[in-house]
């Protein structure tokens, strides 16, 4: 069994206790995990801070933390295919997509690198004629850090490179439920030269360790990404220290094919959109939308490429579609999809559990035309796409902004002057016009509503973890007037 350790102050270490991790695609523990409590926290807090303001890393140029994070990428690039193993044995998450992901990773870190000495302040054309006023962007300070299991290395780089490049120093909790690809990445952050407490790596529960970091009194912004309901703990956590938040929140996405779309091309963006990494994805094109007219020819199409995806092991090049994370995901979606058959959804392939060992979910559809299905409104995290028909446009926008996210919509058609009016009325973060699940280190990625607040990706990001100061310089040699007087 392997034997996983934190990252604290520059030092591999023990939690205070420790857990077993369970493979999903067995069922069975392999490996051991350092459970970080309260203790723990705060020392990694504490060198976060002393990091920030004493250390080091405080001393250190834009361009000096610029090639820090030059080396960091090319160590990911190194050891990508290493990772991509660790995450698909501790989440199920297939290995041809941990394997391309990882290896794209190291984009976000380049990116962020040559970012690192461009946030520039700016020259106030002030109305006062013996001032000169202008604004540092400085960094944010000591940021918490709290990555969900799916996709971590992905979901950290899109917080630590930035971070990174502004400066921050940060504590980073990887998930209780696949922690693994995170604490081995530690390595490389130690083997890069990174100084001591400038990135410190731990993994925990909740309230023992989620909880303390949240509402530690150094930590000044927290970025998490996961569940609305665990964001809301982590907002009332936040007003112990009054700690900024950026949220990256969940989705019940809507997916909008037109009767001129290339039904082939969006029944293939379609899969990938539900069915790629078994749905466990935030950005999940989890409610089709389809034109009456084609609706059935579609789910022809559709129900012909889920029967034919290739369940298996997600160590297997060959596999498309993995097992879940955890037992208790795979409990929640065949709760839900019962729910929703019995409110009058209708089963077009799927809906039960694959035979065998491990978390195994069959891709699903569920027609939900005529029915007030759960399915349409709450979020499986899994492989199960709801199914309804519109007649008019109208009827489409307004079917697809009926929830409380708005992270992400597709919509397939091949009317540009439709797509034009659709993408300004869809209230969502994110529109993907004939495409879908496409990202990139320049482009931000974030949500609307219950799916979030601030952006990932793009120079967004790096603004997102640094704070102004305004100096403010007095040019004249008289002496000050009146004291009494504000200036």
């Keep these: 069994m392997q034997h996983f350790q934190c990252y604290i102050d520059g030092e591999f270490a023990d939690g205070e206790a420790r857990f077993e991790s369970i493979d999903p695609a067995t069922g069975a523990a392999w490996a051991e995990m350092p459970e970080a409590r309260e203790a723990d926290v705060n020392r990694a807090v504490e060198a976060a801070h002393r990091a920030l303001y004493a250390g080091l890393w405080s001393k250190l140029t834009a361009t000096q933390r610029g090639k820090l994070l030059y080396k960091l990428a090319d160590l990911v690039a190194e050891n990508a295919q290493k990772l991509a193993e660790l995450e698909t044995r501790d989440t199920g998450k ?78 980073v909790k990887a998930s209780e439920d696949g922690p693994a690809p995170l604490l081995e990445f530690a390595r490389l952050i130690y083997e890069a030269g990174f100084p001591a407490g400038v990135v410190n790596i731990i993994t925990g529960f909740g309230p023992a360790c989620g909880a303390a970091l949240s509402r530690h009194p150094k930590v000044d912004h927290i970025a998490f990404t996961g569940g609305p309901e665990t964001a809301r703990h982590v907002v009332r956590n936040s007003a112990e220290n009054l700690a900024s ?12 094919v037109f009767a001129d779309a290339d039904l082939e091309s969006a029944a293939n963006a379609q899969v990938a959109g539900i069915f790629a990494a078994t749905g466990q994805s935030c950005v999940a094109g989890s409610r089709l939308l389809v034109e009456t007219s084609v609706k059935d020819r579609f789910l022809d199409i559709l129900k012909a490429k889920a029967e034919a995806v290739r369940i298996g092991s997600p160590l297997d090049m060959a596999t498309e579609v993995g097992p879940l994370a955890t037992r208790r995901q795979r409990d929640h979606i065949e709760a839900l999809v019962g729910r929703s058959l019995a409110d009058g959804a209708r089963l077009v392939t799927g809906g039960r559990a694959a035979e065998g ?49 708005g992270l992400a919509a597709g919509l397939f058609t091949r009317d540009l002057t439709r797509a034009h009016r659709l993408m300004k009325g869809i209230r969502a973060g994110i529109v993907w016009v004939n495409t879908y699940r496409a ?14 607040h601030g952006r990932e990706g793009g120079m967004a990001a790096a603004l997102d973890f640094t704070r102004t100061k305004t100096v403010w310089l007095r040019t004249s040699d008289e002496p000050i007037a009146d004291p009494f007087v504000m200036r």
């Design 94 to 171: 297939i290995i041809r997509e941990t394997s391309a992901q990882i290896a794209y990773v190291v984009e976000y870190y380049r990116y962020y690198a040559g970012i690192a000495d461009k946030i520039e302040g700016s020259y106030l054309p002030i109305d006062k004629p013996d001032m000169d006023v202008w604004l540092r962007r400085e960094p944010i300070g000591v940021v918490a850090m709290v990555v969900p299991w799916n996709s971590q290395l992905f979901l950290s780089a899109v917080k630590i490179g930035p971070a990174l490049a502004a400066g921050c120093t940060m504590v």
């Design 245 to 256: 938040t950026s949220l990256e929140l969940g989705g019940k996405s809507p997916f909008i």
């Design 357 to 405: 060992a491990g978390y195994y979910y069959q891709p699903t559809i569920l027609d939900c035309d005529g029915s007030a299905s759960p399915s349409l409104e709450e979020e499986f995290f899994g492989p199960v796409l709801s199914v309804v028909s519109f007649e008019t446009e109208a009827e489409a926008l307004a079917t697809a902004n009926n929830t409380r996210y």
């Design 439 to 452: 990202v990139s280190p320049i482009a931000p990625f974030g949500g609307f509503g219950l799916s979030g």
